[in-house]
């Protein structure tokens, strides 16, 4: 998904438009969490850039995509880019769970 939303609506309010993003940011992200893996692969991963406009974009994890909108919504700016990128990728082994003998 590279998206540049919009923020400014004659009738529909300017919280109601961020609810709107981040609903269509969850359901996005949801479905390519059900797409099938190539073999191989265990976890879907995700490259994410969030920024104002598509040049002042920055890396931004997906936990802090919430965040980089909250502090957008605080400067009330008619627009903001999002870009994220599904790659598949390997689940990091948990060293606090032993293997039995």
Same mark, same amino acid.
């Given at each position: 998904m590279k998206k540049? $939303? @919009?923020? @400014?609506?004659p009738k529909i309010k300017y919280a109601r438009l961020v609810d709107t =993003? #981040? #609903?269509?940011i969850k359901r996005y992200l949801k479905r390519e969490r059900k797409r099938e893996l190539p073999e191989? $692969?265990? =976890?879907?991963?995700f490259d994410c850039k969030f920024g104002l406009t598509a040049e /002042? !974009?920055? /890396? @931004?994890a997906v936990t802090e995509l919430g965040t980089a909108?909250? !502090?957008?919504?605080?400067?009330? %700016? /008619?627009?903001?880019?999002?870009e994220i990128?599904?790659?598949p990728g390997h689940r %990091?082994?948990?060293p606090t769970q032993k293997s039995d003998d």
């Amino acid at each position: 998904m590279k998206k540049t $939303f @919009t923020l @400014t609506h004659p009738k529909i309010k300017y919280a109601r438009l961020v609810d709107t =993003v #981040r #609903r269509d940011i969850k359901r996005y992200l949801k479905r390519e969490r059900k797409r099938e893996l190539p073999e191989g $692969f265990d =976890v879907w991963e995700f490259d994410c850039k969030f920024g104002l406009t598509a040049e /002042e !974009a920055k /890396e @931004t994890a997906v936990t802090e995509l919430g965040t980089a909108i909250d !502090a957008a919504q605080a400067q009330q %700016p /008619e627009s903001f880019y999002i870009e994220i990128l599904a790659k598949p990728g390997h689940r %990091p082994e948990n060293p606090t769970q032993k293997s039995d003998d």
